[in-house]
C-alpha cells in the first residue's frame, strides 16, 4: 500500500512537537526575561525601590527634626542655666560689697562716736572727717571704694550721723549707713556728761 505522506504531514507528530517546542520556547523565554536580572528592574522591584526610598528619606527627615528640636532644647537650659549663674554671682557680689562696707564704714561710724563723746560738735567732725552738716546731721558720701566723694550721684553709701540734745539728760547720737534704700546698720550712743566750753 502506498504512503500518502512520505515526506511528513505539518500537522504530524513531529512538526506537532516543533510547534508545541516553539511555544514552550516563547512561554519559557517570557518567564526567563521577567527573572533574568540582564533585562533590568521589573516593576514590582522598581516600586520597591522607590517606596524604600521614600521611607528612608522620611526617616532622616524625622530623625533630623528631632535632632534640631534636641539642640534647641539644650540651648534653652544653657541660657537659663547662665542666666541664674549671673543671677547668682551678681547677688552674691553685692552681699560682699555689704559686707565689705559694714566692715570698712563701721571704723568710721565707731570714730565718729567716739569723738563726739570726747566733746566734738558736728561742726568739728565735719572738719575732721568731712561730709557736710544739715540741721542737727552731718552726711556723708561714700563711693563704690569706700573713699569719701562730694558727687551725689558717684555715692554708693550714705552716712549719717544725727545728734539729738538731751532735754535735761544725756545728749544722743545715731548713726546710719545706707546702701540706697536699704539700711545696712543703724547705731546709737549716748554722751552722759554734758560738755561745757572753756569761759562758760
Not at 513531529?14 to 519559557?28: H, P, V, Y
Not at 561710724?109 to 572738719?127: I, P
Request: proline share 2%.
Amino acid at each position: 500500500m502506498t504512503r500518502l505522506f512520505d515526506g511528513g504531514s505539518a500537522f504530524g507528530p513531529n512538526n506537532s512537537g516543533a510547534l508545541g517546542s516553539s511555544g514552550t520556547d516563547e512561554a519559557r523565554g517570557y518567564h526567563s526575561s521577567a527573572n533574568d536580572p540582564a533585562s533590568g528592574p521589573s516593576d514590582v522591584e522598581t516600586l520597591g525601590e522607590s517606596g524604600l526610598s521614600h521611607l528612608q528619606a522620611a526617616e532622616v527627615q524625622s530623625a533630623s527634626r528631632a535632632f534640631f528640636l534636641e539642640l534647641v532644647g539644650n540651648l534653652v537650659v544653657c541660657f537659663v542655666s547662665v542666666l541664674v549663674c549671673l543671677q547668682v554671682f551678681a547677688s552674691a557680689q553685692v552681699t560682699l560689697d555689704k559686707s565689705r562696707a559694714m566692715s570698712e564704714l563701721g571704723i568710721v561710724s565707731m570714730n565718729l562716736v567716739e569723738n563726739w563723746k570726747s566733746g566734738c560738735e558736728l561742726d568739728e567732725l565735719s572738719q575732721h572727717f568731712g561730709g557736710s552738716v544739715q540741721d542737727n546731721s552731718l552726711e556723708m558720701l561714700f563711693d563704690r571704694n569706700f573713699q569719701l566723694t562730694d558727687n551725689r550721684n558717684a555715692a554708693r553709701y550714705i552716712m549719717v550721723f544725727t545728734v539729738q540734745a538731751g532735754q535735761g539728760g544725756p545728749d544722743t547720737a545715731t548713726v546710719e549707713l545706707f546702701f540706697g534704700d536699704e539700711v545696712l546698720y543703724t547705731w546709737a550712743a549716748g554722751r552722759n556728761v554734758p560738755v561745757t566750753k572753756e569761759g562758760q
